[in-house]
């Protein structure tokens, strides 16, 4: 019963490290929507709190966030190209404002 367990294991190990790979062609070509898909300019329409429409460009180049904790997550999710998009932060996460409270 433990061998079967440990290859069931390693089955699956090896299963997720193969889906891990890139995707390489043997003729040598790359797949052009990915690259494409980068370079494509179009528009993202947002609706805020107060029913207002904001339309944003992309790929974003500038970012500004409200706080450093959203730096933090946004440099988790974007990744290193996040340091060239940010650009500044605001002070509403400032721990002197909340001491005056």
């Known amino acids: ?7 069931l294991v ?3 190990l090896i299963l997720s490290l193969c889906s891990c790979a890139p995707n390489n062609r043997s ?5 052009q929507a990915a690259d494409t898909a ?9 609706t805020d709190m107060m029913d207002r429409e904001v339309t ?5 180049k500038r970012v500004i966030v409200n706080q450093w904790d ?8 974007v ?3 996040f340091t060239d ?6 002070s509403s996460g400032s721990l002197k404002e909340f001491q005056k409270i």
């Open 38 to 46: 980068d370079e494509v300019e179009k528009e993202i329409t947002l």
């Open 79 to 81: 990744g290193e190209d």
């Open 70 to 77: 959203a730096a933090e997550a946004c440099i988790a999710v």
């Open 1 to 7: 019963m433990k061998r079967m367990v440990l290859w």
């Open 56 to 60: 944003i460009k992309t790929p974003v």
């Open 10 to 12: 390693i089955g699956v």
């Open 85 to 90: 998009m940010f650009v500044g932060v605001g």
């Open 27 to 31: 003729d040598g070509t790359t797949d």
